[in-house]
Structure formats: structure tokens, C-alpha cells
């Protein structure tokens, strides 16, 4: 079963800014292309159900970094997972 491109109904919730408290700033990364891109950084622990994340952005946890990619659609649901959908 493929997972939906877009949030369902009531995600993101409009008007509402749930990575307010998970920003952690600015990071300049490296791609693959030699591209270096500038991309916000965010405390996985923080985040909150509901949230839409941005693209390009970079989530950090204890044990592992997750990279969306430009391009990419992304949210949190209400279990807290990230749903990503690449282009």
C-alpha cells in the first residue's frame, strides 16, 4: 500500500508552527553534485504530530540523521513518524 503524497485532512494544522521549539539552527551540507546548500536543522525529539517539514532540511536524533531532500514533501502523523514522499 502506497503512503499518501499529502497529509490527511487536518495535518499540517494551518497557522500553527510545530518546529518552533525542534529548530536548532542553520547547517551548510555537502551533496553528492558538490553542491553546498544551506538547510535548517531540527531535534527529532521535538517535533510534534502535525508538523509539515520543510525541504531541504535535516532532522538529527541520538542514533541517526535523516536528510528531505529538496523536492520532497514530508510530515509528521499522529503515531510521530515522518512520512516522506520523494519527486
Known amino acids: 500500500q502506497r503512503v499518501p ?11 500553527v508552527n510545530f518546529l518552533h521549539d525542534a529548530y536548532l ?6 551533496l553528492a ?3 553546498h546548500v ?10 510534534r504530530p502535525g ?3 520543510p525541504a ?4 538529527t536524533q541520538l542514533d541517526a540523521t535523516t536528510y528531505i531532500p529538496a523536492g ?3 510530515f509528521v502523523d499522529s503515531s510521530g513518524s515522518i512520512v516522506l514522499e520523494l519527486p
Open 5 to 15: 503524497a499529502k497529509p490527511p485532512a487536518g495535518y499540517p494544522v494551518p497557522g
Open 25 to 30: 539552527g542553520d547547517r551548510e551540507i555537502h
Open 33 to 35: 553534485a558538490g553542491e
Open 38 to 47: 544551506t538547510v535548517p536543522v531540527f531535534d527529532r525529539a521535538r517535533i
Open 51 to 53: 508538523a509539515a517539514l
Open 56 to 59: 531541504p532540511s535535516l532532522i
Open 72 to 74: 520532497a514533501q514530508a
